[in-house]
């Protein structure tokens, strides 16, 4: 499967911004999907997880009641909406798929099977 996210950019503290992942060459609805972010500096950290129909999600603590992951099957296209943006927010976000590693927190620390080219997003205080 091939992943390419879209939608960073700009944005002041306390805004919003959506990214986008579209996803070809696979069954889009068989991936677990994801999305990572990597800071300036920092290790590349898990951000967000979606069941393959979407009815399950989870998040990093420092993003929940902000960020909102989702994904529509019918387009092969995942999202990441990012409400009340933190300057801490700033990273180059990917989005990846997995196959292998079933569903359940915990599972995607180390990653996923798949990687798309990241997306940066920079807010600015």
């Known amino acids: 499967v091939q992943l390419q996210a879209s939608g960073g950019g700009l944005v002041q503290a306390g805004g919003s911004l959506r990214l986008s992942c579209a996803a070809s060459g696979g069954t889009f609805s068989s991936y677990v999907m994801g999305w990572f972010r990597q800071a300036p500096g920092k290790e590349r950290e ?14 990093v603590d420092s993003v929940k009641g902000r960020f909102t992951i989702s994904r529509d099957n019918a387009k092969n296209t995942m999202y990441l909406q990012m409400n009340s943006l933190k300057p801490e927010d700033t990273a180059v976000y990917y989005c990846a798929a997995d196959l292998s590693r079933g569903w359940g927190p915990g599972r995607y620390y180390y990653g996923m099977d798949y990687w798309g080219k990241g997306t940066l997003v920079t807010v600015s205080a």
């Not at 898990?46 to 998040?59: E, K, L, M």
């Open 46 to 59: 898990f951000v967000a997880a979606i069941s393959w129909s979407g009815g399950s999600t989870y998040y």
